[in-house]
Each structure stands twice: as C-alpha cells, then as structure tokens.
C-alpha cells in the first residue's frame, strides 16, 4: 500500500476509485485492533455496490502505519477525530465523506461529525461505544488473556509492524482505572447528519445500551440495525446483510442530497 503523513505521522492506505461521477466518497475507520488489510474484501463490495470511491487506511500504531512509540492518553479517540482524520482528508482532497467506522473507528466518526467543524455526509456506525461498560472491560479482559496464552497474538502479528505495541496500545487505555469515567454522550447532540447504526446482539464488548444512547442522543436522523448471531463484527459475521443495508443507506443519502 501507499502512504501518506498526518499529523506527523507516515499511515498506509488503500484508494478505491469511483465508478461513477458524484458518487458519495467511503472513508473506512478500522476498530481497535484492526487495519486498512483487516477490512478484507467489505470496503471492495460496498464501493462495487454503491460506485462510491473509498479511502481505507491504517491508523498511526495500527497495521503498516508508524508503530505506536508511547502510551496512548484517555484522549486518543478525540486526537484521532480531531487531529489525525482531519489531515488524512486534507491530503486525500475529501469533503463531505460518509464515514464507515468499527468500533473505535465508529468513535471517532461520531466525534469528527460533532466536533470537527466540518460537513459529513453520513455516518455508518458498527459496535460504537460512547461510554466504558461493565461488559467492555470483560471483554478487553478475556482478550488480553487470550494474547497472553499466544492465540491472539499469533492471529494479528501477520498484520501489524509492532504487534505488541499495537495490542498493549489498545487494551492499557481500556482497562486503565482513569479510563471508566471516559464518556462522549455530552457530544452527540451536536451530530446533525444522518447516521446508521449497526449492533451485533452477541458483541462481546458492548450492549444495545450504546446503541440506544447514540439513538437518544444525537440530532440527525438515525437507523438502527440490531443483527442477531452476530457479535462485534457484523460485516464480517453477517457479510451480507450488512452489505445490502449500508448500500441502501448509502442510496438514501445521495437521493436526499
């Protein structure tokens, strides 16, 4: 993959071109442990699906990217939105994108939408979180006994430069005790544009509380998709479902535009 430098730091990506003219641009926000690779074919589909152009790139810490050289502070997910992203859209000429974000990445879509001063398009929300639960910190928790033992660790080394770094940079923030109080709901109301949210039942690191919240709090108008037999990853659990719904979405915001 190419690279590009924002906000000092060297991030691979993937650019795949539009179909058609005045087709909505897909910006891809991977999840905590993901990267631009980990996405798989699912940003290929929707562009094929929608004709839209998609940016998919890995975070500074995450798969060929600049490995994390310190510890990450309860403000990582703000300096992402706020710094990181919006100088990845600068050098890539993006305006108005709908953003696709999983987990952190759908995070960070919220937080860029309400606090980057800047047009979005829409907003496909998959496992967001807007607040620490109970069920978050057990699921960080059987993670990181599951990289200890080797099995996690051996399933992601294939896509990170630094592994360790990448996994500690992650789970430390998570379950570090200052962390608790971490909570953006006070942001969502000032999120205006339309926003479709995606929730596995089974999502071992979040209840439908999360998704109640966004529904609750933000502005714009919201679609919510609750998918059953799927856990956090409903684009890869249920491929196909989430495919169709997010083109629709898709549809409906370039026929309001």
Not at 40 to 68: H, I, K, N, Q
Not at 79 to 105: F, K, M, N, T
Not at 110 to 123: K, N, T
């Amino acid at each position: 993959m190419p690279f590009l430098r924002a906000a000092g730091h060297r991030l691979e990506y993937r650019w795949i071109p539009p179909a058609r003219a005045g087709a909505a641009t897909l910006v891809f926000l991977h999840e905590g442990l993901g990267s631009a690779a980990l996405w798989g074919e699912f940003p290929d589909r929707l562009a094929a699906r929608t004709g839209s152009g998609a940016l998919v790139y890995s975070r500074y810490g995450f798969g060929r990217s600049d490995p994390l050289a310190q510890q990450r502070t309860r403000n990582y997910l703000h300096d992402e939105a706020l710094e990181a992203l919006p100088a990845v859209l600068a050098d890539r000429r993006i305006e108005r994108p709908v953003l696709v974000g999983h987990s952190d990445g759908a995070t960070i879509a919220l937080i860029y939408a309400a606090l980057a001063g800047a047009p979005v398009r829409g907003l496909v929300l998959e496992a967001a979180h807007v607040f620490v639960e109970d069920a978050t910190i057990r699921g960080i928790e059987r993670a990181r006994a599951a990289y200890a033992a080797g099995t996690l660790r051996e399933r992601l080394a294939p896509h990170h430069a630094d592994v360790d770094a990448t996994f500690r940079g992650w789970a430390d923030v998570w379950l570090a005790s200052e962390f608790r109080e971490w909570n953006i709901e006070d942001v969502l109301p000032r999120v205006r544009c339309p926003a479709l949210v995606i929730q596995g039942e089974d999502d071992q690191y979040g209840t439908i509380a999360q998704v109640e919240a966004i529904r609750d709090g933000v502005s714009g108008p919201v679609e919510l998709m609750l998918i059953h037999g799927s856990g956090h990853a409903p684009h890869v659990d249920r491929a196909g479902l989430v495919l169709d719904a997010t083109a629709r979405f898709i549809a409906r915001l370039e026929g309001s535009a």
